[in-house]
C-alpha cells in the first residue's frame, strides 16, 4: 500500500513536524515557515505520522492559515462603555486583580468561575484545574467538554472501569471484521479515520452504521440502521437480544470478565425485533441483518460519538453500545473493542487532568479523600484548601442567574455558541458582573467579556496533546507568538501571580507543567509518569497508561482485566426511556445537530478561512423532501424552526438521504446563526451532558 | 514520472481537502483546478473527485484555435499559455470531462497540471497525499493495473480495447500519465 | 483570376503567401530607394534577416490557420464578418479588441499592474524598433536636407513634412530607436526581477522558451544603446565593433522570432474571433445542456467545437447521437462519474434519464456485493 513518498522542500523554506489544531485525530502535519521571516506559509504532508500518513481532511490542510490571519487579537482588549480598547497587559492584569478580588471578598471565592476547554494542550488543562482551584480558590470550575465527551467517560467508567476513548489503535482498524459505528458521521467528523474503514471494507471488513441520516459513513454501509434520534438504547438492546438469542454471546468471556449477563438476559429479553423496530423506526430486517454480521464477526469494533452521547440517556446509551463488545468478547483484544470518536482536539487528555468540576489530575475523584491529599501535596498546598466539586458547565452557567457565579474566567471555548438553549446563556453571560476571556480570535463569547486576553494558537507554544487512541503526542512550537499574545499557562500563571499564589505556579515552558502532571498523575488511572517529551519523540507517542519511565505504553488495554473493584467489567442493564423531549401535536418533527466536514465546533476558528467559507458559509436545514412538501418547502427556500425555547429561519436543503420525521442543523454559526437557540439543556443525570441531538420542533415557512 | 493519479469515486466522502490542498500548489495561484460535486444530492451523499486525465492527445488542445495548451515532456497537459491564449474558451467546450476553468477576469483559461512542481520531481500532488479516503491516489503503474484489475468485473471493459478517442467510454477510474 | 488556381501555381499555399510578401517588400522597397539608388549596404545583413523572418512568420501563420481549430475559428470570422445583420456586432468587436486588447492590452493589467507595465513597456519597445528599423532597411522612409537648417521626411518617395534640425521633432526622431530601447530595457528589467522572483512562475518556465527571448532581447537594447553610448559620450570608440555586435543580435532576434515565444505577437487579433462570433449576447442564439437545461454557451461555438473534434477524429458520440460539447461542464462531469459508477440508468442507457437511485438500495461499496 505505502508507496514511495517524498516532501517537497522548498528553497528559503523549513518544515516542524506537529498536529493538527483540531479534531481528536490530531493528524500529523509539517508546517512550513519561511526561513527569513520565520511566519507561517502553508503545510506539507507529514506521511511518517502512523496515523494518518500524510491525510488531511480541509480544515487540516487550510489550519495554518490561522496562525497569520488578520483577524488575530494581538493585545489585550479592555471594554469601555460597550467598545473594545486596545490596552496594556499590565492595565488588564490591574482590572483582573481588583475585580476577582472584589467580587471574592463580596461574595466569596466561589463566585469567580472558571470555564476550560480542551482544544489545548494537555499542559494548559491541567493548569486550569490548578488555577482555579489553588490560584482563586474556587470550586466553580468545568470545562466544554462536558458538551462533548462527558457521557462516554461515564459509560466507560460505570462499565470498564476506567475512561479511555479507544481500547486499540485506529492502525488495528485496518485488521477488523466489523465495523458498528453508532451515531458517528465518522466521514465528516473525523475525516482522516475513513481511510481505515475504507481498508477494512477493501479486505472485506462489514460496516453497520446506526445514523438517522444517511450520511457519507452510512452510504457504504451493508446495513444503515436508520433509527430515530434519541433511541440508540433501543437500538443496542435491541441487536443484543438477536446476539443472545442467537448464540453470538462469548460465554467464557462473559463468564470470567462480565458482571450482570443475567440481568441483561432479563432486560433485554421484551427487546425482540418487533419491539426495537416500532421504537427505534429502524425496519426489523435490518436490525436482524445488523446483529448477524456483528455477531459472525471474529474481530468486530463498536464505535459511537456524539450522536448517541449528546442526550440525556448519553451514559445508558454508551453503556448499552459497550454491552454489544462486552458480551461479544470483544475488548482487550487485537483489532476488536470499543471506542469513542474524540470530538476535540484533546478531548481525551484534557479530560483526565482536573479541570473538570470533580476530578482531579490523573482521573483521581475530588470527592477522594487520599486523591485530595496527593494533590495537594504534590501542589504543596494544605488539602483543607482544596475547594469542594463544583457544578457541570451548563449548570454553572445557569447558577448565573441565581447570582451564584458573579465573575467568570473563559479559557478556549466559546460556550455563547456552543452552550444549549442560548438566549438562556447569552443573558447569563451579559449579567455576568465580571468576564474574562482568553482567545486568539474575538469569538462570540468574547464579545461579552470586560477583558479579552490573547493567547497564542497552537502553533506558538509547546505541549502534549492525547489523541482519540489514548495516545500522548506532542505540539510543537512553531513560531514565536504573534504580537503580544501569550500562551494560556503563562496568562493563568500571571495572574494567580497578582492573586498572591504566584508561589504555586512558578514555570519556565511547558515542559515544567508537563513534568508537575507527570507526579500529580501517577499513581490515578490515568497514569502519565512514565511519559517525556524524548519518549513521545522516539516513539511517535505513547499510550497511557504509562507509570515508570521504563514502560512503552499500553496500546491495548484491559487485556487482563478491568480497572474496576473485582476486575471484571459491569454491563449496564437500561430499560427504555425516552428523549427529553418527544414529537408532540405542537411540535411534530424532530430537530438534531452535528458538524460539517468544513467546520470545527463553535466555529470561531473555521468561519474565519477563507475556504472553508466558501464552501460552507452558514447553516441549513436539512430535511426529507417529503417532509418538504408537508410544509410546502422548496429547496432553498427560508423556513422557521421553533422550539419550545426558541426560533430561527434557515434555508432548506432537501435530500432524501434522512429520515422523513428528522430536520438536521450544523451547530457551528454564532448569534442570530446557532442552532442552539432552539437545543435542549435537559441533562444527562451522570455525566450532565444536554441533549443537544433531539428536540421536538415545528417548522413553518417563511 | 513513472506513477499514475487514479480515481475510486465511491470512495469518496466529499471533504474537498482535495480542492483545499491544491491551492496550495506552487504555481496555482490559491485557486483550486480540481472539483468534488454530488452526483446528485437529493438523491444521496454520493460525491466525485474530478481531476485532468491528461491525455496524451488532448481535446482540449485540439480545439485550441491558438494552439496554446502544451504537453510537457512528461506527459503533463498545462494550463494556456498566458501569452498565446485567447481566451475563447473553446476548451472548456471540447474537453470530454469538462475539466478546464475559465477565469473571466484574466481572461484565461487555467487547469489541474498535476502539481507540475511536485510531480516533476516523482513527490506525490497534494490532492493524492491529503485525500482521506483514497478516492484519490498517486501510485505506480502496476499498482493501478492491480486495482483495476480488481475492478474489471464492473467495468465497462469488455473485449475492447479503448483507444485516446473513445476511452471515455471505457477507461473507469484510471487516468493518469503514463506509458505503455 | 481565381485565387485557388493562382495557388495551384506553387508549391503550397504559404510558399505562395511567401512570395507575394516578399514581392510587396521589393515593391515598397523600389519606390523608397528611388529605383534601388539609395539602399543602404551598411544595413544589407538586417535586411536578408527581416526577408527571413518576413517567410518565417507567413510559414508559421499559415500552418496555424491550417490546424483544424484555427481553420474553424477563422472561417467563423470570415463568415460573420459578411454577415449584414451582424454588421454592428462586428464593428465592435474589432473596434474594442483593437482598443482594448491590442492597444491598451487591459487583459495582461488585470493579470497584474506590474505584470502590465512590464509587458506593455517591452510591447511598445519592440514594435517601435521594428518600425524604424524596417522603415530604414527596406528605405520605406529617409531624410533629405532642404537647406541647412531644414530637413524633409521622405516616405516612399514622398516627400511628407519638413522639419528643424535642431527642433525637438527632429531630436525625437533621431532618437527614436533610443526611446524604444529604454523602454525595452526597464520592461525586460521587470521581466527578469520577476522570473527570479516569483517562486510560482519558476516552477513551469522553461528556459528556451521563456528565458531566451528574454536574453536575446536583452542583448538587442544592451548593444543598441552601448551603440548611442559609443557615439555620444565616447566619441565613438569601439563603434563599428559595437555595431556589428548589434547587427548579430538584430539578426538572431529577426530569425528567431516567427519560431519563439515572440510569434504569439502576429496571434494576437485572432482574439477579435471571441467577440466577434462566440461572446454571448442577446442577439446571438444560445446552446443549452442537452441534461441540465442550462444556456452555457453560443450555439455557433458549440457547433464549432463539435466539428473541430469530428475533424481531429475524436469519437465523443453518445448512444443517443449527442456529442460530449453539447452537455455543460458540470453534466459532463457527472456524465463520465456516473458512468464509472455504472450509475448511468443501466435499463435505459439514456443519457436524459434521472440516476438510478441508491437510497434504499444502496449501490455496492468498491465493487463489492453488499452484505
Not at chain 1, 527 to 537: A, L, S, V
Not at chain 3, 230 to 241: C, I, P, R, W
Request: charged letters at 25%.
Amino acid at each position: 500500500m505505502a508507496t514511495e513518498t517524498k516532501n517537497l522542500h522548498r528553497k528559503g523554506e523549513s518544515f516542524i513536524p506537529t498536529h493538527c489544531s483540531y479534531c481528536g485525530m490530531q493528524c500529523g502535519m509539517n508546517v512550513r515557515i519561511d526561513d527569513a521571516t520565520g511566519r507561517v506559509v502553508g503545510i506539507e504532508p507529514r506521511y511518517e505520522w502512523p496515523v494518518n500518513q500524510g491525510r488531511l481532511c480541509p480544515k487540516g490542510v487550510t489550519a495554518y492559515q490561522q496562525v497569520e490571519h488578520p483577524d488575530r487579537i494581538l493585545r489585550p482588549l479592555i471594554k469601555r462603555d460597550g467598545k473594545f480598547i486596545e490596552a496594556s497587559w499590565e492595565e488588564a492584569y490591574d482590572l483582573i486583580e481588583r475585580k476577582f478580588k472584589e467580587i471574592a471578598a463580596t461574595y466569596g471565592k466561589d463566585a469567580v468561575g472558571v470555564y476550560g476547554g480542551v482544544s489545548m494542550t494537555n499542559e494548559k488543562c491541567y493548569l486550569v484545574g490548578k488555577y482555579a482551584r489553588v490560584g482563586l480558590g474556587t470550586k466553580h470550575i468545568d470545562y466544554n467538554g462536558r458538551y462533548c465527551m462527558s457521557s462516554a467517560a461515564g459509560g466507560f467508567n460505570a462499565t470498564l472501569g476506567m475512561d479511555r476513548g479507544s481500547t486499540l489503535p485506529w492502525t488495528d482498524l485496518l485488521h477488523s471484521d466489523c465495523f458498528f459505528l453508532a451515531g458517528s458521521n465518522t466521514a465528516e467528523c473525523h475525516p482522516t479515520s475513513i481511510t481505515w474503514f475504507w481498508r477494512g471494507r477493501d479486505r472485506g471488513a462489514k460496516l453497520i452504521v446506526a445514523d438517522p441520516r444517511e450520511t457519507p459513513t452510512a452510504r457504504i454501509a451493508d446495513v444503515h440502521l436508520d433509527l430515530k434520534p434519541g433511541t440508540d438504547s433501543a437500538l443496542a438492546n435491541g441487536i443484543a437480544h438477536i446476539l443472545i438469542k442467537e448464540g453470538y454471546v462469548d460465554n467464557e468471556y462473559v463468564v470470567q470478565r462480565v458482571n450482570g449477563f443475567e440481568d441483561l438476559e432479563k432486560m433485554v429479553g421484551k427487546f425482540t425485533p418487533e419491539y426495537t423496530s416500532w421504537l427505534t423506526g429502524v425496519a426489523q430486517e435490518k436490525i436482524i441483518k445488523a446483529a448477524h454480521i456483528y455477531g459472525k464477526a471474529k474481530k468486530s469494533v463498536v464505535m459511537f460519538a456524539r450522536g448517541v452521547e449528546q442526550q440525556r440517556k448519553g451514559v445508558d446509551n454508551v453503556g448499552s453500545y459497550t454491552n454489544l463488545a462486552l458480551i461479544r468478547g470483544q475488548i482487550g483484544k487485537f483489532a476488536s473493542g470499543v471506542a469513542t470518536f474524540t470530538g476535540q482536539g484533546n478531548g481525551q487528555g484534557g479530560r483526565e487532568h482536573g479541570q473538570k468540576a470533580d476530578l482531579l489530575p490523573g482521573y483521581r475523584k475530588l470527592t477522594d479523600p487520599e486523591a485530595v491529599q496527593y494533590i495537594s501535596q504534590v501542589w504543596g498546598i494544605d488539602p483543607a484548601e482544596m475547594p469542594g466539586p463544583g457544578v457541570s458547565a451548563y449548570e454553572m452557567l445557569d447558577s448565573i442567574h441565581q447570582g451564584t457565579v458573579r465573575a467568570m474566567h473563559v479559557i478556549c471555548s466559546n460556550p455563547a455558541v456552543s452552550s444549549p438553549n442560548a438566549h438562556h446563556v447569552w443573558k447569563a453571560l451579559e449579567k455576568l458582573d465580571f468576564l474574562v476571556v482568553n482567545d486568539f480570535f474575538l469569538s462570540e463569547t468574547a464579545e461579552f467579556a470586560d477583558v479579552v486576553l490573547p493567547t497564542t494558537t497552537w502553533a506558538e507554544d509547546e505541549g502534549t496533546t492525547t489523541n482519540t487512541e489514548g495516545r500522548v503526542i506532542k505540539i510543537n512550537q512553531i513560531r514565536k507568538p504573534a504580537g503580544e499574545s501569550k500562551p494560556d499557562w503563562r496568562i493563568l500563571s500571571e495572574i494567580a501571580t497578582r492573586m498572591g499564589r504566584g508561589k504555586y505556579f512558578k514555570y519556565g515552558n511547558a515542559e515544567e507543567i508537563f513534568n508537575e502532571l507527570r507526579v500529580a498523575s501517577r499513581g490515578g488511572k490515568a497514569d502519565y509518569y512514565g511519559i517525556t517529551y524524548e519518549k513521545i519523540e522516539k516513539q511517535q507517542g505513547v499510550f497511557w497508561p504509562c507509570p515508570d519511565l521504563e514502560h512503552p505504553g499500553t496500546p491495548y488495554v484491559y487485556q487482563d482485566s478491568f480497572p474496576t473493584p473485582d476486575g471484571k467489567a459491569n454491563l449496564r442493564i437500561v430499560d427504555w426511556q425516552e428523549a427529553g423531549e418527544i414529537q408532540s401535536k405542537e411540535f411534530p418533527e424532530i430537530l438534531t445537530t452535528g458538524r460539517v466536514v468544513f467546520h470545527y465546533l463553535s466555529g470561531n476558528q473555521t468561519r474565519r478561512i477563507d475556504f472553508l467559507m466558501e464552501k460552507c458559509p452558514e447553516p441549513y436545514a436539512e430535511m426529507h423532501p417529503e417532509m418538504a412538501s408537508k410544509y410546502n418547502l422548496q429547496d432553498g427556500e427560508e423556513v422557521e424552526l421553533e422550539t419550545r425555547r426558541a426560533k430561527m429561519k434557515l434555508k432548506v436543503r432537501l435530500t432524501k438521504a434522512i429520515r422523513k420525521d428528522t430536520v438536521f442543523v450544523p451547530y457551528h454559526w454564532g448569534k442570530q446563526l446557532s442552532v442552539n437557540q432552539l437545543t435542549n439543556p435537559c441533562l444527562d443525570p451522570v455525566s450532565r451532558m444536554p441533549e443537544f441531538k433531539v428536540c421536538a420542533v415545528r417548522l413553518r415557512k417563511s | 514520472m513513472d506513477r499514475v493519479l487514479y480515481l475510486e469515486f465511491e470512495r469518496c466522502i466529499g471533504c474537498r481537502a482535495c480542492q483545499a490542498a491544491c491551492r496550495e500548489c506552487g504555481g496555482h495561484d490559491a485557486k483550486e483546478r480540481n472539483y468534488v460535486e454530488y452526483i446528485d444530492f437529493m438523491e444521496s451523499r454520493q460525491t466525485f473527485p474530478m481531476m485532468c486525465m491528461h491525455c496524451k492527445d488532448p481535446a482540449c488542445a485540439r480545439v485550441c484555435p491558438a494552439n496554446a495548451i502544451q504537453i510537457t515532456k512528461d506527459g503533463v497537459v498545462l494550463s494556456a499559455m498566458e501569452e498565446k491564449c485567447i481566451g475563447c474558451r473553446n476548451c472548456t467546450f471540447g474537453c470530454p470531462f469538462g475539466i478546464p476553468k475559465f477565469d473571466f477576469e484574466k481572461n484565461i483559461m487555467y487547469k489541474c497540471d498535476m502539481c507540475y512542481e511536485r510531480t516533476s520531481q516523482d513527490i506525490s500532488p497534494m490532492c493524492a497525499s491529503v485525500c482521506p479516503s483514497e478516492a484519490i491516489r498517486f501510485i505506480g503503474f502496476e499498482e493501478m493495473m492491480e486495482l483495476r484489475r480488481k475492478r474489471a468485473q464492473s467495468n465497462l471493459l469488455q473485449g475492447k480495447k479503448p483507444t485516446e478517442q473513445n476511452k471515455w467510454n471505457f477507461v473507469p477510474e484510471t487516468f493518469g500519465v503514463y506509458t505503455e | 483570376m481565381n485565387f485557388f488556381s493562382l495557388e495551384k501555381s506553387f508549391y503550397s499555399r504559404a510558399s505562395m503567401y511567401s512570395f507575394i510578401v516578399i514581392l510587396f517588400l521589393f515593391i515598397t522597397m523600389f519606390f523608397g530607394t528611388n529605383q534601388f539608388k539609395h539602399i543602404d549596404l551598411a544595413l544589407s545583413g538586417y535586411m536578408v534577416a527581416a526577408a527571413v523572418c518576413f517567410i518565417g512568420l507567413v510559414y508559421r501563420i499559415v500552418a496555424f490557420a491550417m490546424r483544424p481549430a484555427t481553420r474553424r475559428v477563422d472561417g467563423r470570422s470570415r463568415k460573420n464578418l459578411k454577415n449584414k445583420a451582424r454588421k454592428r456586432r462586428t464593428w465592435k468587436a474589432i473596434t474594442v479588441t483593437l482598443f482594448e486588447n491590442i492597444v491598451l492590452q487591459k487583459f495582461i493589467f488585470k493579470r497584474g499592474l506590474y505584470r502590465g507595465i512590464q509587458h506593455l513597456l517591452v510591447a511598445y519597445g519592440c514594435i517601435g524598433s521594428f518600425i524604424i528599423t524596417f522603415g530604414l532597411v527596406f528605405g520605406w522612409f529617409h531624410f533629405e536636407l532642404v537647406d541647412p537648417n531644414h530637413y524633409a521626411v521622405s516616405v516612399l518617395g514622398l516627400k511628407t513634412f519638413v522639419m528643424d534640425v535642431e527642433g525637438w521633432p527632429a531630436f525625437m526622431i533621431y532618437n527614436g530607436l533610443n526611446w524604444t530601447a529604454a523602454m525595452c530595457l526597464i520592461g525586460l528589467s521587470m521581466m527578469f526581477y520577476r522570473r527570479i522572483k516569483d517562486r510560482d512562475l519558476q516552477v513551469t518556465q522553461r528556459f528556451e522558451f521563456d528565458l531566451v527571448p528574454l536574453f536575446i532581447l536583452l542583448a538587442v537594447t544592451l548593444t543598441g544603446l552601448a551603440l548611442t553610448m559609443s557615439a555620444v559620450l565616447f566619441h565613438g570608440t569601439l563603434y563599428m565593433t559595437i555595431s556589428m555586435i548589434h547587427q548579430l543580435t538584430v539578426i538572431t532576434l529577426l530569425i528567431y522570432f516567427p519560431f519563439g515565444k515572440l510569434f504569439h505577437f502576429p496571434l494576437r487579433p485572432l482574439a477579435t474571433a471571441v467577440p466577434l462570433n462566440y461572446q454571448v449576447g442577446e442577439d446571438i442564439p444560445m446552446h443549452s445542456c442537452k441534461r441540465c437545461g442550462t444556456s452555457y454557451a453560443a450555439q455557433e461555438q458549440i457547433e464549432d467545437v463539435v466539428s473541430i473534434l469530428q475533424d481531429n477524429s475524436f469519437d465523443l458520440q453518445l448512444e443517443d447521437g449527442s456529442y460530449l460539447a453539447e452537455y455543460c461542464w458540470d453534466c459532463r462531469r457527472k456524465l463520465r462519474a456516473m458512468r464509472q459508477m455504472n450509475m448511468l440508468n443501466p435499463r435505459t442507457k439514456d443519457p436524459y434519464a434521472p440516476i438510478d437511485t441508491n437510497t434504499g438500495i444502496s449501490m455496492p461499496g468498491f465493487s463489492k456485493k453488499k452484505a
